[in-house]
């Protein structure tokens, strides 16, 4: 499994925190054997400068997954992301499975923030669908449901 997210631009007025929040979960990520990228329409200098002058002051080592760069926003355009008229990508997080399928997706504007546990949730729902075919409840404690 793997999750795909795409920022607007780094550098954004608080942007840092929300990707240190994605950057503290990593190893519990790991631990369910998600692999996790960003992307964005900056360069891979953008991604450097980024990085080392703020993600590795609040990250050990700074950021713990691949930073790619989508100038021209063509990988954005073929998820559906990329507004040719800004130029940018709007900020989206897409959980993939191991066969390459989109099995989740959620875009947002700028002043909202992506829910990490959130993620964690839907990723592990997914992962228990796709190992029983059991339908994974809201709540992590609630009771299951097998499909008929």
Request: glycine share 10%; with cysteine.
């Amino acid at each position: 499994m793997g999750i795909a997210l795409f920022l607007s631009r780094r550098f954004y007025f608080c942007l840092s925190d929300r990707d240190f929040g994605s950057c503290r979960k990593i190893p519990e990520f790991q631990k369910l054997g998600v692999e996790i990228l960003s992307m964005s329409i900056d360069s891979v200098f953008v991604h450097k400068m980024w990085n080392d002058n703020e993600l590795s002051k609040m990250v050990k080592g700074g950021v713990p997954f691949p930073m790619l760069s989508d100038a021209g926003g063509k990988v954005g355009s073929v998820f559906g992301i990329y507004d040719d008229n800004a130029g940018v990508e709007t900020r989206g997080r897409f959980i993939i499975d191991p066969d390459g399928v989109v099995q989740g997706y959620e875009v947002l504007t700028p002043p909202v923030g992506r829910n990490i546990a959130e993620s964690m949730r839907q990723v592990q729902a997914f992962q228990l669908v796709r190992n029983s075919k059991e339908q994974k409840p809201l709540h992590p404690a609630g009771d299951r449901v097998r499909p008929p």
